[in-house]
């Protein structure tokens, strides 16, 4: 049963309160109501709204009410739009994308429809996006030349920033924000493939109108066999299905942040952005090239115990370990060392060391006591470069996949909500 009350007797003015619950869950403004006794010293207890709630880091706070993603650990279940994994474990993008966004796993010919809008809208690039993303040195990290690149297309369609065109244009409106959706999605892979060749010094090959969203997404990065121009057909499954696990995690921290932005009803691009900055952090999905970066300089299996002493002094980071949702395995690990096997990534050296760190971490009470294990991200990042990703790509890659999820949540906020961001569900 997830509806009920909540009795609630305050201790200061005896005054008890029903507080009612609906899906697990009770409004932040219901509390309100609790007020401190007017003689009070305290300024806090002056507060006009009453009672409020204290919770740094919505470590226990819902902020969306939604059914894109479900994720139970203690269950064993991570739910897409209410479908299991293996249900949509050979999923491609579009699929996923529409699964996510709409709401329902598409026909043949849905699926084709789409295919065909993101490869044209992909193949049609502004030279003033091209520009911007070649005034770059060809050695900058790649996440500022990405963000750039994003604001130059928002600078190239003027008509789409909402205030300098009557306010309010997307909200409520199902047209704008689907073209808004196929626009971000688009541009978004289209300057992570002007980034890759650029820092590669090789000629960018546009979007071919013949090519799936993650085809042409390998072949604008350069990611293709030299001897015939196209992916590899390993590695870009591994690709699509490690998407399929990263398309959504509930109201993890870029999609709160695209949130946070759309409150404010601004272009989805805009939105984009703000989820980009959010994610490429350490403890986000820059967790993965932080993990790849410190197994590299830990080095060998035979330096992993001195790294561990390191880190239970918190003198070192041990990025990839621990999760805020999953207190115990996360679900995502083992369907990633499968796929790991299918490009041969367990070969690299630094695969020992990991598994090093995941021997001695297992053994060891200061990991057990706070039920620290290794996560998708601890694991994930041998699948990037396992595919050629440059580590510094590692958190640029992840988004192309997890902008599914964001851009399902930002469909359904601005179809939805009123402007604001209201009470219901969080995750990391």
């Given at each position: 049963m997830s509806s009920g009350k909540l009795l609630v007797k305050d201790s200061r003015t005896s005054l008890?309160?029903?507080?009612?619950?609906?899906?697990?869950?009770?409004?932040?403004?219901?509390?309100?109501?609790?007020?401190?006794?007017?003689?009070?010293?305290?300024?806090?207890?002056?507060?006009?709204?009453?009672?409020?709630?204290?919770?740094?880091?919505?470590?226990?706070?819902?902020?969306?009410?939604?059914?894109?993603?479900?994720?139970?650990?203690?269950?064993?279940?991570?739910?897409?739009?209410?479908?299991?994994?293996?249900?949509?474990?050979?999923?491609?993008?579009?699929?996923?994308?529409?699964?996510?966004?709409?709401?329902?796993?598409?026909?043949?010919?849905?699926?084709?429809?789409?295919?065909?809008?993101?490869?044209?809208?992909?193949?049609?690039?502004?030279?003033?996006?091209?520009?911007?993303?070649?005034?770059?040195?060809?050695?900058?990290?790649?996440?500022?030349?990405?963000?750039?690149?994003?604001?130059?297309?928002v600078a190239c369609n003027p008509e789409s920033i909402p205030a300098s065109n009557g306010g309010n244009i997307y909200q409520g409106n199902a047209a704008k924000i689907d073209a808004g959706i196929i626009k971000a999605v688009s541009s978004y892979a289209v300057v992570v493939g002007l980034a890759a060749s650029h820092r590669k010094g090789i000629p960018f090959v546009p979007a071919s109108a013949e090519n799936t969203y993650y085809e042409n997404l390998f072949v604008m990065m350069g990611l293709v066999d030299q001897s015939t121009g196209r992916p590899e057909p390993e590695k870009l499954l591994c690709y699509q299905r490690f998407g399929v696990l990263n398309a959504d995690h509930g109201m993890a921290l870029s999609a709160f942040a695209a949130l946070v932005s759309a409150s404010s009803l601004p272009d989805p691009i805009s939105c984009l952005i703000s989820a980009l900055a959010a994610a490429c952090g350490p403890l986000h999905f820059g967790a993965s090239e932080s993990a790849h970066r410190a197994l590299k300089e830990i080095g060998s299996p035979e330096n992993v115990p001195k790294f561990i002493q390191q880190v239970k002094r918190g003198e070192r980071k041990l990025f990839g370990y621990g999760h805020r949702t999953y207190k115990g395995t996360d679900l995502r690990v083992a369907p990633i060392r499968r796929l790991l096997d299918d490009i041969n990534a367990t070969s690299s050296p630094l695969f020992k060391v990991a598994e090093e760190i995941q021997r001695v971490a297992a053994s060891d009470d200061y990991f057990k006591s706070r039920s620290l294990h290794a996560n998708a991200d601890f694991y994930g990042n041998f699948i990037f470069t396992g595919i050629g990703f440059e580590p510094e790509f590692i958190p640029i890659a992840m988004v192309t996949q997890r902008i599914v999820g964001i851009m399902a949540h930002w469909r359904e906020y601005m179809r939805e909500s009123v402007p604001g961001i209201h009470v219901t569900v969080s995750n990391r």
């Open positions: 008890e309160y029903e507080i009612p619950i609906h899906r697990n869950a009770v409004n932040a403004t219901a509390l309100k109501q609790i007020k401190a006794p007017g003689a009070g010293t305290n300024n806090a207890d002056k507060v006009g709204g009453g009672l409020r709630i204290y919770d740094p880091g919505l470590q226990n706070t819902a902020v969306v009410e939604t059914d894109i993603s479900f994720a139970d650990s203690e269950r064993g279940l991570l739910l897409y739009r209410g479908h299991k994994l293996e249900q949509v474990w050979d999923s491609n993008f579009e699929e996923m994308l529409h699964l996510m966004v709409w709401g329902k796993y598409p026909t043949s010919q849905q699926k084709e429809e789409l295919r065909q809008v993101l490869a044209t809208t992909m193949s049609k690039v502004p030279e003033n996006v091209v520009n911007t993303i070649k005034a770059f040195p060809s050695t900058s990290p790649p996440m500022p030349m990405i963000i750039a690149g994003l604001a130059a297309y």
